[in-house]
């Protein structure tokens, strides 16, 4: 069996099977072997009722006690049992699963797999626990099995034993010699692909993921600093003159830029007027005040007659932009003459947006992905500024460049990530950092609450609301029955449960990635608009929206998620003049203390964030959600393998000047090239 080939070719797969796969993005037996598991679930023996604690995932086996009650909440199917054993009781609750009424028979044991909560009355509940019989659990107690991302139709078992299939046909070569192996400490990849996949204990995910993240970052590494070298190389025949109409826009803004900011600009201005192409990095906290810059290296473009374009992550984001840069003309009587350029335009006004960008009548493009199409032609292309940069990449940051000659690039960042990573990581970029916010900005109020706050947590939304303003709840999940969830809250459910706590006037809205583009396009824009009042959300709405008016976010399950991400999400609100709020939620019922959500309550500094999640991040953060939040390897985290990052990069550079020789085709898994959309 050869990692191209097709994955019909796995016994059992067929054409159903190989459907849903393709969903997965797994269409070769290689693809299978590099799906890599999400998580493991470790399967502990069962406990009794009486040593149940809130809070805890468990397994215990109970007696269902009377008959399991059926009844409907907003059209959703919610089922009730009473369990129990010798030592104590459990109330167990299930949404949209009525058909284990026909197995949960009076009487009958089984074994439940769950999140203990505190109810009512000292009451304990478990909701949506996994049910098996005590054959099913004694075969997998004791035992570590991969937990896969899925979809509907397919699950971890399923995915586990085609795995098992493809790992035993399938030859791993070492690209890393014995010597390479020791000096970096790593285990051979074939011991790696059958370690990351069948562990038999913690120590070998330890060993397996070190090895993957360590080909994973390499991979990218060795491409970043070879890009670097090429773009050192670019010539700019017609450098950019100085424009006094930079100066007066920074004169007539109606507010004064900051230090950090009037010096990052003049870093920018002196790469634009200089023989070599820019390729820089302005790396930034939220409201660190990045766009005007950008604002005004497209104005800097547009005086001396050429063209710049700004890409964006997602419409509405560039729709934003596109609509500030077109205020700030008017304020300020520029001549700049910005058009916008988006996927969802009709043909007519794509055409017509087209023709004014070939005649070099629009000379700042603000649009999404639409500006790297081929159909769209520059008549002089001087500058690219992509926002969001992690969005893009170094593949899109090329393909937009090449629009031009020697074009000058100029890419943003609203990740803190500590400036020794930063110089790792954008190999390929001269990195400037805005550390400073505006001093007209409200600091965000933070608290750090466990679950009996919820109540409270709501009576506060509803207040927000009859204010007018909005607000942002996010959930790790999209919905249940991800293998994964167990005691995380999900869109799907989370969005029904609000509905029956607040006030039926509320508009409550869902969002997550599973949504066609389409549809995340219009929520987002109805949110934007005033038309929905809460929006729960996967982190999909970590980027791309601006909402001055939305005050509050509450992040369900925060301890899950990286100090990065959460500093990310907590940048959607604090954005106008009221009052901004952040409920960072454990999903710990005993309120117990999390050091790292407390650096969160205490500051607002993401750089400081950044730097203090590295300090407290240990090499035992293998099973939650994924924490780096924007710089989304397959396997690598760039906060928790810090580490590996680091030692990646000084083989890059012994790659690089020839001290090591590595055959190129082997140089990621199966030749595979690392995915830049996402990094």
Not at 315 to 321: S, T
Request: charge should be neutral.
């Amino acid at each position: 069996m050869q990692a191209d080939n097709s994955i019909t070719t796995v016994k059992g797969v067929g054409a159903k099977t190989t459907a849903l796969f393709s969903k997965l993005h797994i269409e070769t037996v290689g693809q299978l072997a590099a799906y890599f598991p999400r998580g493991y679930d470790r399967f502990e023996p069962p406990v009794f009722a009486s040593e149940l604690t809130p809070g805890e995932l468990a397994a215990v086996r109970l007696c269902i006690v009377g008959t399991p009650s059926l009844t409907r909440a907003r059209g959703m199917a919610v089922l009730h049992a009473q369990a129990g054993d010798a030592t104590g009781r459990l109330r167990l609750t299930w949404f949209r699963m009525p058909y284990l009424k026909k197995t949960l028979l009076p009487g009958s044991w089984h074994v439940f797999r769950g999140v203990v909560r505190q109810g009512a009355q000292n009451s304990l509940v478990m909701e949506q626990p996994r049910v098996f019989s005590a054959e099913e659990y004694g075969k997998l107690s004791g035992t570590f099995q991969p937990r896969y991302g899925l979809t509907p139709g397919i699950t971890s078992h399923m995915i586990s034993k085609c795995v098992r299939q493809a790992l035993d046909q399938l030859e791993f070569p070492d690209y890393l010699n014995q010597k390479l192996l020791e000096q970096y400490r790593l285990i051979p990849l074939a011991q790696a692909m059958e370690k990351i996949h069948f562990p038999k204990d913690e120590e070998e995910v330890r060993q397996a993921r070190r090895r993957l993240v360590f080909d994973e970052f390499l991979a990218f590494l060795v491409q970043i600093k070879r890009q670097k070298a090429i773009n050192g190389q670019l010539l700019v025949d017609r450098p950019l003159q100085p424009s006094a109409e930079t100066k007066r826009l920074i004169e007539a803004l109606p507010y004064r830029l900051t230090e950090a900011q009037k010096r990052v600009w003049g870093q920018i201005e002196k790469d634009l007027e200089s023989h070599t192409a820019m390729n820089r990095l302005v790396q930034g906290d939220v409201g660190s005040g990045k766009t005007v810059l950008a604002f005004l290296a497209l104005v800097l473009c547009s005086e001396n007659g050429r063209q710049g374009c700004l890409m964006a992550p997602t419409e509405v984001l560039a729709a934003q932009h596109f609509e500030a840069l077109t205020e700030l003309k008017e304020r300020c009587g520029l001549r700049i003459s910005p058009i916008l350029l988006t996927g969802s335009m009709t043909a007519k006004q794509k055409r017509e947006a087209y023709e004014k960008i070939r005649q070099g009548q629009a000379d700042a493009v603000i649009g999404t992905h639409a500006l790297i199409q081929e159909k769209v032609e520059y008549r002089d292309l001087a500058l690219v500024v992509t926002d969001e940069q992690h969005r893009f990449g170094v593949r899109q940051r090329e393909l937009l460049s090449r629009k031009g000659e020697s074009t000058h690039v100029l890419v943003m960042s609203a990740t803190p990530i500590p400036r020794t990573l930063a110089i790792v990581l954008y190999g390929d970029l001269e990195v400037s950092v805005l550390d400073e916010l505006p001093q007209n900005r409200l600091p965000i109020k933070n608290c750090v609450v466990n679950p009996s706050f919820r109540r409270k947590a709501y009576a506060f939304i509803e207040a927000q609301a009859q204010a007018g303003h909005q607000t942002y709840v996010i959930c790790p999940m999209v919905e249940e029955g991800e293998e994964s969830s167990e005691g995380l809250e999900n869109v799907t459910d989370y969005a029904e449960k609000l509905r029956e706590a607040l006030p039926d006037t509320l508009r409550i809205g869902t969002l997550h990635g599973r949504m066609k583009a389409a549809d995340k396009q219009r929520v987002m824009e109805a949110f934007a608009a005033g038309e929905i009042d809460v929006l729960v959300s996967t982190t999909v709405i970590e980027v791309g929206i601006n909402v001055p008016n939305a005050t509050v976010m509450l992040v369900e399950n925060a301890e899950r998620f990286g100090l990065a991400q959460l500093h990310q999400l907590r940048g959607r609100v604090g954005r106008g003049d009221a009052q901004s709020f952040c409920i960072f939620m454990t999903g710990d019922e005993s309120g117990g203390k999390n050091k790292r959500l407390d650096v969160l309550n205490k500051s607002n500094d993401g750089f400081f964030i950044a730097g203090e999640d590295l300090k407290l991040r240990g090499p035992g953060d293998l099973f939650g959600i994924r924490q780096s939040g924007d710089l989304e390897f397959a396997l690598g985290d760039i906060y928790q393998d810090s580490d590996v990052l680091l030692l990646a990069g000084e083989l890059a550079d012994r790659v690089l000047c020839g001290e090591v020789e590595l055959p190129e085709k082997e140089l990621g898994l199966f030749g595979r090239r690392i995915d830049y959309r996402t990094i």
